[in-house]
């Protein structure tokens, strides 16, 4: 039974320091292909549920950011592109869900792009994204 509880406080512990460093933007891309794989969906969940809070809702899973966040990581590292690498994870999911057609704040998705993203984020993306930009320029219809 003293096993159990110390597990259970244990997990307690981690996914409360998990979801304030999500939240926090200490935690950031460069942080993310050196967290543990057990932890990444944890923290993913934390990000999700914060937005959330935020009357934003996702269709998709934490394993699907997941993927994403490791893919955008190493696209990240290999263009260089520091902007990214040293932005939070919780705001580099919300340019990946945004991205996706997958943040659902009650804005037009193409119009919240455009007004979150901008032009020039977009282009930088594009490589990476084309079919996903695609979809987003067409209110991802």
Sequence with gaps: MLSFLKRSFLLLVICFSNTTLAQTGTFTLS?????AATLKPLYVKAIM??????QV???????????????FAQFAQDKNYR?????????NLATLAVV?????????????AQ???GNEQLALLQPLYAEA???L???CE
Excluded: M
Aim: hydrophobic share 35%; aromatic share 16%; proline share 5%.
């Design 100 to 112: 996706n057609c997958d943040w659902h704040n009650g804005v037009a998705p193409w119009e919240f």
């Design 137 to 139: 320029q067409n209110n």
């Design 115 to 117: 007004k979150y993203l």
């Design 133 to 135: 930009i695609a979809k």
């Design 57 to 71: 809702s996702f269709t998709r899973d934490a394993n699907f950011y997941v993927a994403e966040l490791d893919k």
């Design 31 to 35: 942080d993310w292909p050196a967290t």
């Design 83 to 91: 902007p990214y690498l040293k932005t939070s994870v919780a705001q």
């Design 49 to 54: 549920e914060q937005a959330g809070i935020h």
